[in-house]
């Protein structure tokens, strides 16, 4: 008997004009395309599910911080991004 895989997939995000801005701003938009698909869309789905503009704000800088840093996605290890010391 072969193996089962599971056929659900994630919903996928567009990314929003703000949160483009935001890494382009910041230099970060290769960071956060080299990082694997499930993270960038993880990423904008955990923003754009915020009610108030305040806590979008604070995920985006909280996304924004740990590309700029490397090794860290959700403030978990990554080592995989973590960059040349």
Do not use: C
Not at 50 to 76: C, F, I, N, P, S
Request: proline share 8%; no cysteine; net charge positive.
């Amino acid at each position: 008997m072969g193996a089962i895989f599971s056929k659900l997939k994630r919903p996928k995000h567009p990314m929003p004009d703000f949160v483009k801005r935001a890494l382009e701003e910041r230099g970060l938009l290769k960071d956060y395309q080299e990082r694997p698909p499930y993270q960038q869309n993880d990423y904008i789905g955990w923003i754009n599910s915020a009610k108030r503009r305040e806590t979008k704000d604070k995920r985006l800088g909280q996304m924004l911080d740990e590309l700029e840093a490397g090794g860290v996605y959700m403030k978990m290890e990554h080592p995989p991004s973590k960059k040349g010391a």
